[in-house]
Antibody, heavy 119, light 111 residues
Protein backbone atom coordinates (compact mmCIF):
# COMPACT_ATOMS: atom_id res chain seq x y z
CA UNK A 1 0.00 0.00 0.00
CA UNK A 2 1.10 3.56 -0.64
CA UNK A 3 2.75 5.20 2.35
CA UNK A 4 4.32 8.61 2.81
CA UNK A 5 6.30 9.14 6.00
CA UNK A 6 7.84 12.43 7.08
CA UNK A 7 10.65 13.25 9.47
CA UNK A 8 10.03 14.38 13.01
CA UNK A 9 9.32 17.74 14.61
CA UNK A 10 11.93 20.49 14.50
CA UNK A 11 12.61 23.53 16.65
CA UNK A 12 14.68 26.27 15.02
CA UNK A 13 15.84 29.75 15.88
CA UNK A 14 14.96 32.75 13.72
CA UNK A 15 17.30 33.06 10.77
CA UNK A 16 18.10 29.36 10.68
CA UNK A 17 17.18 26.79 8.03
CA UNK A 18 15.16 23.59 8.32
CA UNK A 19 15.14 20.47 6.16
CA UNK A 20 12.20 18.06 6.22
CA UNK A 21 12.20 14.66 4.56
CA UNK A 22 9.38 12.67 2.97
CA UNK A 23 9.90 8.95 2.30
CA UNK A 24 7.55 7.22 -0.11
CA UNK A 25 6.84 3.52 -0.44
CA UNK A 26 4.34 1.23 -2.14
CA UNK A 27 4.62 2.86 -5.56
CA UNK A 28 7.21 3.93 -8.11
CA UNK A 29 8.63 7.10 -6.57
CA UNK A 30 9.62 8.63 -9.91
CA UNK A 31 6.16 8.26 -11.44
CA UNK A 32 4.38 10.90 -9.36
CA UNK A 33 5.08 14.48 -8.31
CA UNK A 34 5.65 15.49 -4.71
CA UNK A 35 3.86 18.61 -3.52
CA UNK A 36 4.78 20.45 -0.34
CA UNK A 37 2.18 22.36 1.66
CA UNK A 38 2.01 23.91 5.09
CA UNK A 39 -0.60 24.86 7.66
CA UNK A 40 -0.13 27.28 10.52
CA UNK A 41 -2.07 26.52 13.69
CA UNK A 42 -5.75 27.24 13.18
CA UNK A 43 -5.16 28.38 9.61
CA UNK A 44 -5.79 26.98 6.15
CA UNK A 45 -3.60 25.05 3.77
CA UNK A 46 -0.92 26.80 1.74
CA UNK A 47 0.77 25.27 -1.31
CA UNK A 48 4.53 25.83 -1.31
CA UNK A 49 5.78 24.04 -4.39
CA UNK A 50 6.18 20.81 -6.34
CA UNK A 51 8.94 18.54 -7.54
CA UNK A 52 9.08 15.91 -10.26
CA UNK A 53 11.21 13.15 -8.69
CA UNK A 54 12.10 11.73 -12.09
CA UNK A 55 13.60 14.87 -13.61
CA UNK A 56 14.24 16.84 -10.44
CA UNK A 57 12.32 19.76 -11.93
CA UNK A 58 10.71 22.03 -9.37
CA UNK A 59 8.20 24.85 -9.19
CA UNK A 60 7.84 27.13 -6.20
CA UNK A 61 5.08 29.43 -5.01
CA UNK A 62 6.06 33.02 -5.61
CA UNK A 63 5.90 33.73 -1.88
CA UNK A 64 8.76 31.30 -1.18
CA UNK A 65 11.00 31.93 -4.21
CA UNK A 66 14.61 32.33 -3.13
CA UNK A 67 14.01 30.80 0.27
CA UNK A 68 12.88 27.25 -0.54
CA UNK A 69 14.67 24.33 -2.15
CA UNK A 70 13.13 20.96 -3.02
CA UNK A 71 15.36 17.98 -3.76
CA UNK A 72 15.18 14.22 -3.84
CA UNK A 73 17.19 11.03 -3.49
CA UNK A 74 15.65 8.49 -5.81
CA UNK A 75 17.76 5.62 -4.42
CA UNK A 76 15.84 5.84 -1.15
CA UNK A 77 12.55 7.24 -2.55
CA UNK A 78 12.82 10.33 -0.42
CA UNK A 79 12.00 13.96 -1.13
CA UNK A 80 13.23 16.94 0.85
CA UNK A 81 12.22 20.51 1.42
CA UNK A 82 14.61 23.07 2.86
CA UNK A 83 13.39 26.46 4.00
CA UNK A 84 15.88 29.15 4.95
CA UNK A 85 15.83 32.50 6.79
CA UNK A 86 13.12 31.25 9.12
CA UNK A 87 10.89 33.64 11.04
CA UNK A 88 8.13 33.02 13.55
CA UNK A 89 5.66 33.18 10.66
CA UNK A 90 7.13 29.94 9.33
CA UNK A 91 5.91 28.06 12.40
CA UNK A 92 3.53 25.51 10.93
CA UNK A 93 2.90 21.87 10.12
CA UNK A 94 4.58 21.00 6.83
CA UNK A 95 3.06 18.29 4.64
CA UNK A 96 4.27 16.43 1.58
CA UNK A 97 1.73 14.81 -0.70
CA UNK A 98 1.83 12.62 -3.79
CA UNK A 99 0.50 14.58 -6.72
CA UNK A 100 -0.19 14.29 -10.42
CA UNK A 101 0.83 17.46 -12.21
CA UNK A 102 -1.79 20.07 -12.92
CA UNK A 103 -4.65 17.74 -11.94
CA UNK A 104 -4.35 19.01 -8.35
CA UNK A 105 -4.88 15.44 -7.19
CA UNK A 106 -2.94 14.99 -3.93
CA UNK A 107 -4.04 11.49 -3.06
CA UNK A 108 -1.58 10.39 -0.38
CA UNK A 109 -0.26 12.69 2.33
CA UNK A 110 2.48 12.43 4.89
CA UNK A 111 1.56 12.70 8.55
CA UNK A 112 2.95 16.24 8.78
CA UNK A 113 6.04 17.72 10.42
CA UNK A 114 5.71 20.49 12.98
CA UNK A 115 8.35 23.16 12.54
CA UNK A 116 8.53 25.65 15.41
CA UNK A 117 10.57 28.82 15.01
CA UNK A 118 11.33 30.41 18.34
CA UNK A 119 14.16 32.31 19.96
CA UNK B 1 -3.22 34.99 -5.61
CA UNK B 2 -6.23 35.27 -3.26
CA UNK B 3 -7.65 32.29 -1.46
CA UNK B 4 -10.88 30.77 -2.74
CA UNK B 5 -13.93 31.79 -0.70
CA UNK B 6 -15.74 29.21 1.40
CA UNK B 7 -18.33 29.66 4.15
CA UNK B 8 -16.72 29.51 7.58
CA UNK B 9 -19.17 26.93 8.85
CA UNK B 10 -21.98 24.67 7.73
CA UNK B 11 -24.06 22.41 9.94
CA UNK B 12 -26.68 19.73 9.57
CA UNK B 13 -28.40 16.91 11.38
CA UNK B 14 -27.55 13.27 10.80
CA UNK B 15 -29.08 12.03 7.58
CA UNK B 16 -29.47 15.49 6.10
CA UNK B 17 -27.63 16.86 3.07
CA UNK B 18 -25.34 19.86 3.17
CA UNK B 19 -23.49 21.76 0.45
CA UNK B 20 -20.25 23.69 0.78
CA UNK B 21 -19.49 26.33 -1.83
CA UNK B 22 -16.09 27.40 -3.11
CA UNK B 23 -16.00 30.63 -5.10
CA UNK B 24 -13.08 31.71 -7.23
CA UNK B 25 -12.58 33.44 -10.54
CA UNK B 26 -12.28 32.62 -14.22
CA UNK B 27 -8.53 32.27 -13.63
CA UNK B 28 -8.95 29.33 -11.31
CA UNK B 29 -12.23 27.52 -10.53
CA UNK B 30 -14.03 28.81 -13.61
CA UNK B 31 -11.17 28.21 -15.99
CA UNK B 32 -10.13 24.66 -15.21
CA UNK B 33 -11.69 21.37 -14.20
CA UNK B 34 -8.94 20.81 -11.64
CA UNK B 35 -10.92 21.44 -8.46
CA UNK B 36 -10.23 19.15 -5.51
CA UNK B 37 -11.80 18.83 -2.08
CA UNK B 38 -10.04 17.70 1.11
CA UNK B 39 -11.38 16.60 4.48
CA UNK B 40 -9.30 17.24 7.58
CA UNK B 41 -10.02 15.97 11.06
CA UNK B 42 -8.33 17.74 14.00
CA UNK B 43 -4.65 16.90 14.25
CA UNK B 44 -4.71 14.79 11.10
CA UNK B 45 -3.42 15.21 7.56
CA UNK B 46 -5.91 16.23 4.87
CA UNK B 47 -7.63 13.46 2.90
CA UNK B 48 -8.57 13.75 -0.76
CA UNK B 49 -12.35 13.43 -1.16
CA UNK B 50 -12.98 14.76 -4.69
CA UNK B 51 -10.66 15.51 -7.62
CA UNK B 52 -11.23 17.03 -11.05
CA UNK B 53 -14.49 18.60 -9.87
CA UNK B 54 -16.55 15.46 -9.43
CA UNK B 55 -14.39 12.33 -9.24
CA UNK B 56 -14.16 10.28 -6.06
CA UNK B 57 -10.99 8.37 -5.20
CA UNK B 58 -11.37 4.73 -4.35
CA UNK B 59 -12.66 4.28 -0.81
CA UNK B 60 -14.49 7.60 -0.52
CA UNK B 61 -18.21 7.02 0.15
CA UNK B 62 -20.60 7.97 -2.64
CA UNK B 63 -22.32 10.27 -0.13
CA UNK B 64 -19.70 12.78 -1.20
CA UNK B 65 -20.19 14.47 -4.55
CA UNK B 66 -18.73 17.47 -6.33
CA UNK B 67 -19.91 19.85 -9.01
CA UNK B 68 -19.09 23.19 -10.59
CA UNK B 69 -21.02 26.04 -12.14
CA UNK B 70 -19.15 29.03 -13.48
CA UNK B 71 -16.65 30.26 -10.92
CA UNK B 72 -18.18 28.30 -8.02
CA UNK B 73 -17.51 24.69 -7.11
CA UNK B 74 -19.58 22.77 -4.59
CA UNK B 75 -19.17 19.75 -2.34
CA UNK B 76 -22.36 17.99 -1.26
CA UNK B 77 -22.51 15.50 1.58
CA UNK B 78 -25.67 13.43 1.50
CA UNK B 79 -26.86 11.37 4.44
CA UNK B 80 -24.66 13.30 6.86
CA UNK B 81 -22.92 11.13 9.46
CA UNK B 82 -21.15 11.95 12.71
CA UNK B 83 -17.75 11.07 11.25
CA UNK B 84 -18.23 13.73 8.55
CA UNK B 85 -17.66 16.42 11.17
CA UNK B 86 -14.37 17.97 10.06
CA UNK B 87 -12.83 20.88 8.18
CA UNK B 88 -13.16 20.87 4.40
CA UNK B 89 -10.93 22.70 1.95
CA UNK B 90 -11.35 23.21 -1.76
CA UNK B 91 -8.40 23.74 -4.06
CA UNK B 92 -8.00 24.73 -7.68
CA UNK B 93 -5.35 24.93 -10.35
CA UNK B 94 -4.81 28.54 -11.39
CA UNK B 95 -3.27 30.44 -14.26
CA UNK B 96 -1.21 32.57 -11.89
CA UNK B 97 2.49 32.19 -11.18
CA UNK B 98 1.52 30.11 -8.13
CA UNK B 99 -0.39 27.27 -9.81
CA UNK B 100 -2.46 25.98 -6.90
CA UNK B 101 -4.71 27.87 -4.51
CA UNK B 102 -6.76 26.65 -1.54
CA UNK B 103 -10.03 27.78 -0.09
CA UNK B 104 -10.46 29.44 3.28
CA UNK B 105 -11.88 26.26 4.77
CA UNK B 106 -15.30 25.25 6.10
CA UNK B 107 -16.01 23.66 9.45
CA UNK B 108 -18.79 21.10 9.16
CA UNK B 109 -20.71 20.41 12.34
CA UNK B 110 -23.08 17.46 12.72
CA UNK B 111 -25.79 18.55 15.15
Amino acid sequence: QVQVVQSGAEVKKPGASVKVSCRASGYTFTSYDINWLRQATGQGLEWMGWMNPNSGNTGYAQKFQGRVTMTRNTSISTAYIELSSLTSEDTAVYYCARGQGATNRNDHWGQGTLVTVSS
Amino acid sequence: QSALTQPASVSGSPGQSITISCTGTSSDVGGYNYVSWYQQHPGKAPKLMIYEVSNRPSGVPDRFSGSKSGNTASLTISGLQAEDEADYYCSSYTSSSTPFVFGTGTKVTVL
